[in-house]
């Protein structure tokens, strides 16, 4: 059952990504670009927080599994604690690497000077994006430590839909940069239902 709400969710996730690519390409080629571009520097920063996720997962699931309640919840208290720490001083990190080096990294990622400047306008939201994100990867991880992915998935049902709509309505009054701020308002949504 870990195993179906866990395919659920990421089928999910997956499709939020194919319908911002797919939204992105209704601002032309250039803007299309320009976000794949982006999303590159967002995906590894995904990669790069899922390191302290992971440990969330197995830190908490030891401490869950501890046959010594106490001891137990003592462990599982210092495990989110520890771990989001670590989380949020890397996402400032990531944050501080972006917002200093963007235009560097966009320029090694294209060399065509259009996409190159049309990314720099929305690489704001790349650069506060890890600070967005944090949360809920460090949350992922805390409850598939705990086994609980049925909450996982239902933020997931609950903020997907959400995220479609926003896209739209946001998209249709401030263009790609309502499109980026759906993305963002959808993972804080996902964060919101899982600490709800």
Known sequence: SVNRDIFIRTLLLA???AW???RSGAFGDVTLA???TLLQLFLFTGLALDGTAIAAETLVGGAIGDRDKARGAARYGAA??????????AAFVFAAFYGVFGEALIAFLTKDAAIRADAARY???VVVSPLIVVIGFQLDGIFIGATRAREM??????SAPLFVLASVFLADRFDNHGLWAALSLYFLLRAVRLTG
């Open 153 to 158: 998935r239902d933020s997931m049902i609950v």
């Open 15 to 17: 499709f939020c990504f």
């Open 20 to 22: 911002f690519v797919q």
């Open 123 to 125: 690489m704001p939201w």
């Open 80 to 89: 989110v604690r520890k771990t989001f720490i670590i989380a949020g001083i």
């Open 34 to 36: 320009a976000n794949q």
